[in-house]
């Protein structure tokens, strides 16, 4: 087993190390590339909501109450609470004829810095739609309510809306859903492990779907086109989901999942790869999935160049001059590559 | 090499896991017990202040200026920018006619969300006293005028203050200056790498002077008597240092580090402890400490009862539920415990 990291510099000395597992599968589940442990069991936790989002669509909710791309991206999503997500979680939860009351996300303060701002300065209490899951439970209500099931307790796992989900889980992860390992996420709902390369082979999946019944293939067009066609409701300002969707213009989309997970699907090639930092921490991701497109020249240096940012995540101190940044230290280790 | 790890588990399954180093070894530099590689260079980071804070008295400046222990203490934080700590920033600042335009920290929002709350509400920007290190800050600034050096640039590495700041910390660390790595630290100060085990040994010489020169004895005993009688300067509400040293109640001092450091120092055995977690990340730091005093048996049930919120970290969600925990798993390899 090759090891990998992504050491963190301070000035001219690695202060720091993350430990990297990472598994690249095509959609016939070949494994082409792996760096680590790919058999190990990840929780995806929000890299899976394009998977779980596949429930909204085959379920029927997506069309019955009229979600836009823009809707599914944003249910796919771990948002920044931005006006232009909180508002379109509104507009979902009025076409259902409920309310952010009716959301069981629970709450925390909004990663985008000025919309915490806003709500300080009128004096309001920090609401569920600013989770930045609100738009995956809105959604999932929808479901709740296509199937006419109860909307109080859609997030417990023996739910139709979360056995649903269970089973495209299953399916796509191709995991067995008595082997698939349950937790509860940061928003309440279950989250499911699976061995780090079947969760690269469900986006692998989702980018190359051709060998999946008809409906399932018409489903996931549908959710990946709508987070490529809509990268900014997918993460927001500044937020790697959105800008690496954006440069990379329908050639592959892109997923972060909390505690360092980060899952690509490329359309072209139908490879799905998944990224899990051993210690959790999602400063790393970018910079170790960058790595890996490149060491599969699946992106140009102009694309690398768009999201400099990303590449190295620089550290900076209080005075905002750059002490730091990360570099990739890895090598995929691959066979079957074609 | 015995390897030593604190898991992250979310409900019953291991979501992430953090790599530590730990060195404890006693004032006279022998080497007590060890989890992983304690010959690593560390960047101590804000761990260190304490043994930097001896610039402050040695020089002078801490009479000259009629430093309490509280200001002395607050020269050693990692606070949370409560007004409890700004205040005193304030009032330090005025003995010595500068303002916090002097200080040269640089900003970020306090981490004390209260306060955060304030500086909006007032429509102020987040100026220098917020910052988690501004009472180091402003005893530099102290020394600095003691030393009748310039204030503009007290940050520099070749500025007489931090020049005595590398002696003191090659003296107390036991390490060679041109052998100490420095780099930038997220205040704009020079930082320190020595060996994790030098770092262990620095801490055991503050809990016991008893070998070194009497004016640094002295020293010694007036910062961590400062830390250990002021406790809340040292990080404030809710914080693992101040509630840590509270507990311990005089027997035992603790600092941490950004980039997962804690350093302790326990007096009656003349003892350091210096913890590294090998990825960075803060989380692990007081699991990792609290376990490793248990294993020397330094710490009572009473008192791993009373710092209970620290042992096993929970992890919560949105509605405020246990969702995980984090949870030691490392035995200390230990030689020449007396």
Redesign the interface.
Known sequence: MREGFID?Y????V?????VHIAVVDFEGNELCQVGDIEQ?V?GRSSMKPIQALSLIESGAADTYQFSEADISLACASHNGEAQHTERVHEILDRLHLTTDDL??????PRW?EAY?KI??EHREIT?EY?N?SGKHSGMLATTLQMKADTNDYYKIEHPVQQHVLQIVSDMTETPTEEI????????LP?H?VPLKNLALAFAKLAQPKLLPEARQEAIHRVTNSMMHEPAMVGGTDRFCTDFMRVMDGAMFGKAGA??VYCVGVKERGIGIALK?????GRATSTGTLEVLKQLELISDEQLQQLDQYVHTEIL?????V??KLVPRFQLECANIK
């Open positions: 963190v301070r000035g001219e000395y202060e720091s190390k993350h430990r069991f929780f069981r996300c629970g709450t925390h303060a810095d701002r300080i300065l569920q989770n899951c390992r349950l937790g509860v996420d940061g928003c309440g989250v492990a505690e360092g930092v051993e210690d959790g921490n101190n209080g005075r905002k001059e002490v730091g």
